[in-house]
């Protein structure tokens, strides 16, 4: 299994650039989940989703717009791109279990905005 | 508000020495809480949680609900330990919060 992968590893965007992160299980998990890691701030919740075709704000949503069309698929979209989105951006995905939620993460997409 | 709070930015020890990375929270009603670890180039991972009451590398937290804290403790740091902290808290079904982060550096 590969667990959760993201594509790109790396992008550089112009202000006003649009763009589409890619994020894909293959645990069968219902939930996913967009975080943007900065310094000093830890991981925030951009949006997530409770199973295919279903998407909800989380704490920092301006600015992106998320698409869960097939179970195993969660993109996130930055359709005009600002130097504040300038971050490390985190996928993952969860499955509900009574021990509590155990989060799987993928490697990250570094994103620069000039 | 459901909050997770991590006061230190970093936390630099020498191998061989204990380590206590702090955790507070707020939540009301009883909390679902976690430490989650991301080394040097790999990903975040689940380092433990409470409700397991596990020691994992030799590291232990203890959830004080009196103190609101669910601090991280290892007697004797290790050089491969140094990474970055998050403390999180379930706060909705399958919902986190994290903290802030603690950089953990063990020197040698």
């Known amino acids: 299994n590969a667990g959760v992968t993201q594509t790109p590893k790396f992008r550089v965007l112009k202000t006003g650039q649009s763009m589409t992160l890619l994020c894909a299980q293959d645990?069968?998990?219902?939930?996913m989940y967009w975080y943007r890691q900065d310094p000093g701030m830890g991981l925030r919740l951009i949006h997530y989703?409770?199973?295919?075709?279903?998407?909800a704000k989380g704490e920092v949503p301006d600015g992106y717009n998320v698409s869960r069309l097939k179970k195993q698929n969660f993109l996130l979209g930055l359709e005009s791109a600002a130097p504040s989105q300038t971050s490390v951006y985190f996928c993952?995905?969860?499955?509900?279990?009574?021990?509590?939620?155990?989060?799987?993460f993928g490697p990250g997409t570094r994103l620069t905005v000039l | 508000a459901q909050r997770v709070t991590q006061p230190e930015k970093l936390l630099s020890v020498f191998k061989g020495a204990p380590v206590e990375l702090k955790c507070n929270y707020s939540y009301s009603g009883s909390p679902e809480l976690f430490w989650y670890v991301q080394y040097s180039r790999q990903r975040l991972q689940l380092l433990l949680r409470?409700?397991s009451r596990e020691s994992i590398k030799g590291f232990t937290a203890d959830l004080n609900k009196g103190e609101t804290s669910f601090h991280l403790k290892k007697p004797f740091a290790q050089e491969e330990d140094s990474a970055m902290y998050y403390c999180a808290l379930e706060s909705a079904t399958n919902k986190l919060i994290f903290g802030t982060g603690t950089l953990l550096a063990v020197q040698p």
């Open positions: 645990m069968n998990h219902e939930y």
């Open positions: 989703s409770v199973g295919e075709g279903t998407t």
């Open positions: 409470h409700i």
């Open positions: 993952a995905s969860s499955y509900t279990t009574s021990g509590g939620t155990e989060q799987f």
